[in-house]
Nanobody, 116 residues
Framework: QVQLVESGGGLVQAGGSLRLSCVAS????????WAWYRQAPERQRELVAK???????EYTDSVKGRCTISRDRGKNMVYLQINNLKSEDTGVYYC??????????WGQGTQVTVSS
């Protein structure tokens, strides 16, 4: 079992920045990669960024150049830095630890609201 708890969301003006944090506990050595997803109202949950245990990162096109995913192994933390926030970044952001294609864990989410 893996437990994930996100924090760092809030209300931010467009153009501002946020750093989301995810603290992990449990059987984290089994995790293959970590990711941040977001879900806007009435929309499907979508991948924002991903980081593999070897440090390779991937980003969805809409956040490339504005977003950085990182990991602090010593603190069991995963971060998502988002700059130049836009209204379309509004949503609930979820941290996910994936073990395999059929097994992963979600956090409870943290709300990000960007005001224009």
């Amino acid at each position: 079992q893996v437990q994930l708890v996100e924090s760092g969301g809030g209300l931010v003006q467009a153009g501002g920045s946020l750093r989301l944090s995810c603290v992990a506990s449990g059987s984290i050595r089994s995790i293959n990669h970590w990711a941040w997803y977001r879900q806007a109202p009435e929309r499907q949950r979508e991948l924002v960024a991903k980081i593999y245990v070897n440090g390779v990162t991937e980003y969805t096109d809409s956040v490339k150049g504005r977003c950085t995913i990182s990991r602090d192994r010593g603190k069991n933390m995963v971060y998502l830095q988002i700059n130049n926030l836009k209204s379309e970044d509004t949503g609930v952001y979820y941290c996910r630890g994936t073990i395999s294609a059929n097994l992963g864990y979600w956090g409870q989410g943290t709300q990000v609201t960007v005001s224009s």
